[in-house]
């Protein structure tokens, strides 16, 4: 297992190049945020959110430019990195139960049998999310907001250093989602992890993010909310047609 | 001759080990072809079986190794599972590393097999005994397992048995979410390969015992049954092998009993078993 350095950045991005195909995704991307960061990733559909994530998960390698967490090669320690995928790539085919999916983040790996302590630790993230309830319940009949739950204990269930989001709220009702920033907060408050979150949602950016990262292909501003989230930066990467849902919050 | 007594005829033994054997490895691989939605890869691997065992025949004629002193080498058998190893890990890498779906690109080597099949069998002189007929090899021929194929049999399941459990967790956390299994280290690319590799390696051997035709209803309708009664992947593995040992006993005995040929009743028998489990999984 990997420690890292003493004091390196959670997550760092070195003049990130990402090409598929002829497209560019992402173009010469540099940040870095503190521990006990909450990073809130912004920017236009197609602006290269997701692929940032993955960057940062080792499941793509840049052409150009690198990415680190904890000073280690982005990748090479899965174990201090909690993640919550999109939710809309969910198999719903799958037979599994809550607990095995929180057991999965726990092992790495899918469970046969679940010992009493791996059992004891599931419940735990599970009631830390409020979702203790959904243990034995199948993932297919839980519905958008009680499986982000479950993918978030999922992801907490192995006290990560780093929690990373794609677009978890997507499809989930504002309450929800307005549960997952507590949660978020919460697990923070308790942990000093940090936590970087892709999000459609500027007003949320605003109201609970430390940094806020706007992205389109390119790095159009990065810093805290208030001075990031300002008319000429979103202009520069939402372009008019997006102005007015940019500034609706 | 009641069906007691015939177990205890030499054939009606190997035709029930390698029908075992058979029914464990399919039943615990067919989880993994049901959950990714290879089901038709069951039935493309069977006809590049078909395509091999073609080229071994042919091979084993103009070589003169027909007239062998070992039996395995005058069997097509140990040039189709190479054939059949060779389109597996093509398929795996066309899905990978290409736009086509993996139905497409099964469909151009299933295609390409039957015809290379067909080629090597007509041009085979139609008075030279190979030992297997082409009906046997379409439809199998599990009362005429020799000794040396169940040698082979046992060889392979314990292979494949063995890779499958070994690798359960990975594989089946792969089969969930390929992202989230890659983001935790997994390495789900070359399992994905083993796991093509492996289904060749099963497909071509059993094929040889339930004929290339019901090679994928062996693969797909005990999971598929399973699928419909388990709640985890767990219930549905073990399940799925139970069903296929349990319909391929009950096919048996029922192929004896009614006279019929026995692949057919294994298929039967697996079909009525979905039937219930469809009935039972009514919500």
Not at chain 1, 224 to 230: F, G, H, Y
Request: some cysteine; overall charge neutral; glycine content about 10%.
């Amino acid at each position: 297992m990997s420690e890292g350095a003493p004091g390196a950045p959670p997550l760092h991005l070195h003049r990130v190049l990402v090409r598929l195909g002829e497209a560019i995704i992402l173009e010469d991307v540099s940040f870095e945020i503190e521990p006990g960061c909450f990073l809130a990733v912004v920017g236009p559909n197609g602006a290269g959110k997701s692929t940032l994530v993955k960057v940062a998960l080792g499941l793509i390698t840049p052409q150009r430019g690198h990415a680190a967490l904890f000073g280690t090669v982005a990748g090479a320690s899965p174990e201090r990195v909690g993640y919550v995928p999109q939710l809309k790539t969910f198999d719903r085919s799958f037979p599994a139960t809550a607990l095995e999916l929180v057991v999965s983040g726990l092992r790495r790996s899918w469970p046969t049998r679940i010992g009493v302590a791996e059992r004891e630790q599931a419940r735990a993230a599970l009631a830390r999310v409020g979702a203790e309830h959904l243990e034995l319940r199948q993932l297919a009949r839980l519905s958008g907001g009680e499986l982000q739950r479950v993918y978030l204990a999922r992801a907490l269930v192995r006290r990560p250093s780093l929690v990373l989001l794609d677009e978890p709220a997507t499809g989930v009702d504002f309450l929800a989602e307005h549960d997952l920033y507590d949660l978020l907060e919460g697990y923070q408050r308790d942990t000093g992890a940090s936590v970087a979150m892709v999000t459609h949602d500027l007003a949320a950016a605003r109201y609970h993010a430390d940094r806020v990262l706007v992205l389109n292909r390119r790095v159009h501003g990065f810093g805290p909310p208030d001075e990031v989230l300002c008319e000429p930066c979103l202009e520069r990467a939402f372009g008019h047609h997006g102005h007015h849902h940019a500034l609706a919050f | 001759m009641g069906l007691i007594e015939a177990m205890h005829l030499g054939f009606m033994q190997r035709a029930l080990a390698a029908g075992l054997l058979v029914a464990v490895m399919s039943g615990l691989l067919g989880v993994f072809v049901v959950q990714r939605r290879l089901s038709f890869l069951g039935a493309g691997l069977a006809h590049a079986a078909f395509g091999g065992m073609g080229l071994g025949a042919f091979v084993i004629v103009a070589t003169g190794l027909l007239g062998s002193g070992i039996g395995l080498l005058r069997h097509p058998l140990w040039i189709a599972v190479p054939f059949s190893l060779l389109a597996a890990l093509a398929i795996a890498w066309v899905r990978a590393n290409t736009r086509l779906s993996s139905d497409t690109a099964i469909g151009v080597f299933f295609a390409v097999s039957v015809a290379l099949g067909v080629l090597f069998f007509s041009i085979i002189p139609p008075d030279v005994n190979l030992g297997l007929s082409l009906m046997d090899l379409l439809f199998g021929s599990i009362l005429g397992v020799t000794g040396s194929d169940l040698v082979v049999i046992a060889v392979v399941a314990v292979v494949a048995v063995a890779f499958l459990t070994a690798t359960w967790g990975r594989l089946s956390y792969a089969t969930f979410d390929d992202e989230l299994a890659r983001a935790d280290g997994v390495a789900t690319r070359r399992l994905e390969y083993l796991l093509f590799a492996c289904a060749a390696l099963v497909i071509a051997v059993s094929s040889v015992v339930v004929g290339i035709i019901l090679m994928a209803a062996y693969l797909v309708i005990p999971a598929a049954s399973a699928r419909l009664l388990a709640r985890t992947l767990t219930q549905m593995s073990v399940l799925s092998v139970v069903l296929a040992v349990v319909s391929t006993v009950a096919g048996l005995a029922l192929s004896y009993l009614v006279d019929v040929p026995s692949g057919s009743t294994i298929v039967l028998t697996q079909a009525a078993l979905f039937l219930v489990a469809a009935l039972l999984a009514r919500r």
